[in-house]
Every structure is written in structure tokens, then in C-alpha cells.
T-cell receptor, first 118, second 115 residues
Framework: AQTVTQSQPEMSVQEAETVTLSCTYDTSENNYYLFWYKQPPSRQMILVIRQEAYKQQNATENRFSVNFQKAAKSFSLKISDSQLGDTAMYFC???????????????FGTGTLLAVQP | SAVISQKPSRDICQRGTSLTIQCQVD?????MFWYRQQPGQSLTLIAT?????????ESGFVIDKFPISRPNLTFSTLTVSNMSPEDSSIYLC????????????FGPGTRLLVL
């Protein structure tokens, strides 16, 4: 069974600085997807970034980028130039590749609460 | 990405009653997913709802407690039956999209408090 581990329950960063959130996962699959979701106080789950396991290049979305280390099964999220609006719970998630069946589940980590300080 | 709406956005209910949550998507989707997020916890999948067939429930969730309807390709409902305070959670509807249908998008959630 696949598992996702986020070892940092809480983190804090100063506005405009850079922060990295950690995520590790365990799987025997070779084809899968990894995601970071953000859940601000409004409780809306917002997709931040996604990574296909078959792609070596790390995904980037504006200030958000990942460090995907497939051999180490590590998928960290880097937030550059942190903004107050980045304050949220961040969830790392894993899903097997679609070839394994359309009903593959999205498996979440326990989350990291990030506070951006002014 | 799909635009997903849920009703109600929040509710306070008495134990023993039932609440039906509605989920509307702005495009046709094959599968819709219902998640529960208990206070301070991560998301747990309740069931997957396909149009025209019975929903598939995850371990620990049963149809009698969480009946689901899926009358068409843009709409689904989740009912939380015979509620107890332990059912106080956020319930989220979700659909898949993206280039190969692998990305899940979530509705705004329904925050339920059972007294």
C-alpha cells in the first residue's frame, strides 16, 4: 500500500523569504503522480503543483517549485518570496498512474501548517 | 479545471437527523468523489460515485450511513444519516480533470457541526 509522510506538522517563514516543505512517499509503482494542495483558512482545497513520475524535470508554477527525487521517494515543495496569502495547510498527495485503473485513489499526507509572518 | 459548487456551505444539525449535501460541476464528469475531513485531520475518501451505477465505498464507510446519488454527469448528493457529533467534519466533493484525467479538483466543502 502507498503511504505519504509529511514530517513537519508546522512551519513558519518570514514574508519574502523562502521555505521548503518536506514530503516522502512509499510505493512500488513506477508510474504515478504527485501533488501539493493548499488549504487556506477558507478550507478550499487548491491545487498548487503536480508532478508526473516519468518526468525528470521538476515542476514549477510561479513562486512554487518542487524537488522531485524519485530514487529517494522524496517530493519537497519550495515556496519562494513567501507572501502572507501563502499561510495555509499544505498537503502532499500521491496517486498511481491511470493505467492502473481509473478508480485509483488520491492518498494524502497529514499536512504541514505554514504560517507566513509579516 | 472544473468549477465545483456545494450546498450548503455549512450547517449545524441535531443528532439523529440527516443532512443532504449537493455537489454541482460545470462540466460532465464520469466519476465524482466524496471526502471527509475531520477536525485537524487530512482528507479521507468516503466513496466514488459513477453515473448510472452504485457508489463504491471505502473501508469504514457504508451506504446506510452515507447514501449517495448520482443522477447525471454533473450532479451528486451525499447524505449523512442519523448524525452524531462524531460526524462533525468538512465534507468535500471532488472530480478529476487535467491532461490525462489524473488531477483532482475540489469543491469548497460543507462544514457540518452536529450537536
Amino acid at each position: 500500500a502507498q503511504t505519504v509522510t509529511q514530517s513537519q506538522p508546522e512551519m513558519s517563514v518570514q514574508e519574502a523569504e523562502t521555505v521548503t516543505l518536506s514530503c516522502t512517499y512509499d510505493t512500488s509503482e513506477n508510474n504515478y503522480y504527485l501533488f501539493w494542495y493548499k488549504q487556506p483558512p477558507s478550507r478550499q482545497m487548491i491545487l498548487v503543483i503536480r508532478q508526473e513520475a516519468y518526468k525528470q524535470q521538476n515542476a514549477t508554477e510561479n513562486r512554487f517549485s518542487v524537488n522531485f527525487q524519485k530514487a529517494a521517494k522524496s517530493f519537497s515543495l519550495k515556496i519562494s518570496d513567501s507572501q502572507l496569502g501563502d499561510t495555509a495547510m499544505y498537503f502532499c498527495a500521491f496517486m498511481k498512474g491511470m493505467a492502473g485503473g481509473a478508480t485509483n485513489k488520491l492518498i494524502f499526507g497529514t499536512g504541514t501548517l505554514l504560517a507566513v509572518q509579516p | 479545471s472544473a468549477v465545483i459548487s456545494q450546498k450548503p456551505s455549512r450547517d449545524i444539525c441535531q443528532r439523529g437527523t440527516s443532512l443532504t449535501i449537493q455537489c454541482q460541476v460545470d462540466s460532465q464528469v464520469t466519476m465524482m468523489f466524496w471526502y471527509r475531513q475531520q477536525p485537524g485531520q487530512s482528507l479521507t475518501l468516503i466513496a466514488t460515485a459513477n453515473q448510472g451505477s452504485e457508489a463504491t465505498y471505502e473501508s469504514g464507510f457504508v451506504i446506510d450511513k452515507f447514501p449517495i446519488s448520482r443522477p447525471n454527469l454533473t450532479f451528486s448528493t451525499l447524505t449523512v444519516s442519523n448524525m452524531s457529533p462524531e460526524d462533525s467534519s468538512i465534507y468535500l466533493c471532488s472530480v478529476r480533470g487535467g491532461p490525462t484525467g489524473e488531477t483532482q479538483y475540489f469543491g469548497p466543502g460543507t462544514r457540518l457541526l452536529v450537536l
